[in-house]
């Protein structure tokens, strides 16, 4: 049974960070490339940071600088590190594994930027 279990949400001041990760359960983790996305009230989910399966990341233009993901294979869990949130960023935040043909989504973790 595959399963990735988002965790780390939850309140935090602008300006503030948070890392949030994500365990995976089920299928070769270290195989798959890992993807955040996140999805704020009334808008449409969107890609936040990539890794490969080899390492590479890859951001969106405004979370460069800011987020950073990272993989463990050996705990096989994701992270994604995020700096200088602000209130716009809150949404709810989808850790997602991708290996032809298969497309694996968590459950989703809560972040909240307020004051």
């Known amino acids: 049974q595959v399963q990735l279990v988002e965790s780390g949400g939850g309140l935090v001041q602008p300006g503030g960070s948070l890392t949030l990760s994500c365990a995976g359960s089920?299928?070769?983790?270290?195989?798959?490339?890992m993807r955040w996305y996140r999805q704020a009230p009334g808008k449409e989910r969107e890609l936040v940071a990539t890794i490969t399966a080899g390492g590479s990341t890859n951001y969106a233009d405004s979370m460069k600088g800011r987020f950073t993901i990272s993989r463990d294979n050996s705990k096989n869990t994701v992270y994604l590190r995020m700096n200088s949130l602000q209130p716009e960023e809150t949404a709810v935040y989808y850790c997602?594994?991708?290996?032809?043909?298969?497309?694996?989504w968590g459950q989703g973790t809560q972040v909240i930027v307020s004051s």
């Open positions: 997602n594994a991708r290996g032809f043909p298969n497309d694996y």
């Open positions: 089920g299928f070769t983790f270290r195989t798959y490339a």
